[in-house]
């Protein structure tokens, strides 16, 4: 069981936009801005996509993005592409020399 | 470019220690902006943190696995090492090596390609 909570799948079509949420606690999304994003496509090592809620790093196209509301981090990719399809995992500092991951979120391309 | 890459056996006997190690390459381990660290999925899982620690030896472990996990680091060979300790079929994972940046804003931003160590007699 994960620290952080996300839903198993989420899905859209090429061109639409899609939210994935990140459920944590006080102790963990709600109390820090160190939630970052990564992609994972299958067989491959997971990429860094969002840093610090909202931050993307060079190279990542700007049709993604990231926001935080309480203790529910979202990341959002606009203008879907095929390439998108992948599973996504949020992660955030829980104080005390610690870190957590939620569960993960298989992207379908419709 | 920084690269990491992981390396150790691939299939461990329960009861024993799984031993892994990421050598860093295109960057200094010695950084000051930065901790390594691991991570771990199992197959059809989540990812897992397990640790992370300085070019100084200075190491954060994940407090479930805190009594069993034992992270170095070998600046002279640009590379930091991974002990797991009396393994379980549980602890069937693929391993990642990352840079963690610790030191400011807490993301893991380059990894490892990833190592699959299966737990089994």
């Known amino acids: 069981q994960s620290a952080l909570t996300q839903p198993p799948s989420a899905s859209g079509s090429p061109g639409q936009s899609v939210t994935i949420s990140c459920t944590g606690t006080s102790s963990n999304v709600g109390g820090y801005t160190y939630v970052s994003w990564y992609q994972q496509h299958p067989g491959k090592a997971p990429k860094l996509m969002i840093y610090e809620v909202s931050k993307r790093p060079s190279g990542v196209p700007d049709r993604f993005s990231g926001s935080k509301s309480g203790n529910t981090a979202s990341l959002t990719v606009s203008g879907l592409q095929a390439e998108d399809e992948a599973d996504y995992y949020c992660s955030s500092y829980a104080g005390s020399s610690n870190w957590v991951f939620g569960g993960g979120t298989k992207l379908t391309v419709l | 470019q920084l690269q990491l890459q992981e390396s150790g056996p691939g299939l461990v006997k329960p009861s024993e220690t799984l031993s892994l190690t990421c050598t860093v390459s295109?960057?200094?381990?010695?950084?000051?902006?930065?901790?390594w660290g691991w991570i771990r999925q199992p197959p059809g899982k989540g990812l897992e943190w397990i640790g992370s620690i300085y070019y100084s030896g200075n190491s954060d472990y994940n407090p479930s696995l805190k009594s069993r996990v034992t992270i170095s680091v070998d600046t002279s060979k640009n590379h930091f090492s991974l002990k797991l300790s009396s393994v379980t079929a549980a602890d069937t994972a693929v391993y990642y090596c990352?840079?963690?940046?610790?030191?400011?804003?807490?993301?893991?931003?380059?990894w490892g390609q990833g190592t699959l160590v299966t737990v089994s007699s």
């Open positions: 990352a840079r963690h940046r610790v030191m400011t804003t807490q993301e893991f931003d380059y």
């Open positions: 295109g960057g200094s381990i010695s950084s000051s902006s930065y901790y």
